[in-house]
């Protein structure tokens, strides 16, 4: 398993639990400087992001990126992949694909949270189910075009009322012919839906393919309540090998709480 760390280049998702918001130079000379082994980026949209630039730091500092979200779509521009209005779907889908496109050229997966959206409002849950699946159909195998999967994130109840849990989201994946979807499992969502989230790592198994790394109150591991030790002997058993990236709150300031993350990945990581 690697460590990554969280930057928002979005203003209006301040207050969201990322630890960066200075932009990517200063991202990565803070990551390198602890020794993060990447940087996730949570971006307002595929082009506000310049490849070349992006290219330099990782080479310049040694990092790598985790993934890239597709939030800023929802934040910004209020779209989602289950919108009432075809338009707005559409709109969404090809947001997403060009997270895709940037994302794959770093060898990164992009992120589906809270782009999946909810239903209600008109939209049943069956045509939300339908159009979610169309979507991540497509999306998935565009994904595999670019040689890397595509991550699709259960939130907990307040953010999204389509998955909450694991196991669930792990059957209906199933369902879908593209098996280049796999699942992002954020132990803050987790502390909040799951009965037991080793358990619910094991369910989901070979399918998580990310791992939002947080605690209870979605600050650095070690700043709340989480029994982490059954998580990772879970992550473990399911041979998961993928990031722990910490997408959290920058409490008591990015400085701490990105320092508190590596060491907590440091500590874990050291048991046997
Ligand atoms: C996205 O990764 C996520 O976890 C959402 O809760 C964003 O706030
Ligand atoms: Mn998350």
């Known amino acids: 398993m690697r460590s990554a760390i969280t930057v928002s280049l979005v203003p209006q998702s301040k207050g969201g639990p990322f630890v960066f918001w200075d932009g990517l130079a200063d991202a990565f000379s803070h990551a390198a400087r602890l020794g993060f082994d990447a940087i996730e980026i949570f971006p307002p949209a595929a082009n506000a992001i310049d490849p070349a630039g ?3 730091l990782l080479d310049h500092h040694r990092l790598g990126v985790a993934a890239i979200g597709t939030g800023g779509g929802w934040v910004v521009r209020q779209l989602t992949l289950t919108h009432a209005e075809a338009e707005t779907r559409r709109q969404a889908r090809e947001f997403v ?16 949270g809270s782009m999946q959206g909810r239903w209600g409002g008109g939209v049943t849950r069956e045509q939300a189910l339908a159009w979610l699946g169309e979507a991540l159909q497509d999306l998935g195998e565009h994904a595999v075009g670019c040689q890397v999967p595509l991550l699709f994130e259960p939130l907990n109840r307040y953010e999204t009322n389509l998955f909450n849990r694991l196991g669930d989201t792990a059957a209906w994946l199933r369902t879908l012919d593209t098996r280049n979807v796999r699942i992002l499992a954020d132990l803050f969502h987790m502390n909040i839906e799951e009965a037991d989230p080793a358990a619910a790592l094991r369910e ?18 070690g700043f709340g309540h ?11 058993d399911i041979g998961y090998a993928g990031y722990l990236s910490a997408e959290i709150l920058p409490l008591p300031d990015s400085a701490a709480a990105a320092r508190q993350t590596i060491d907590a990945i440091r500590q874990h990581l050291a048991q046997p």
């Open 226 to 236: 989480t029994s982490m030790a059954p998580i990772m002997a879970a992550l473990r």
């Open 204 to 221: 989901a198994g070979p399918l998580v393919g990310h791992v939002h790394f947080a605690d209870s109150n979605r600050r650095a591991v």
């Open 97 to 112: 694909r060009g997270i895709i496109d940037l994302a794959g050229g770093f060898g990164a997966p992009a992120i589906i």
């Open 54 to 56: 992006l290219r330099r």
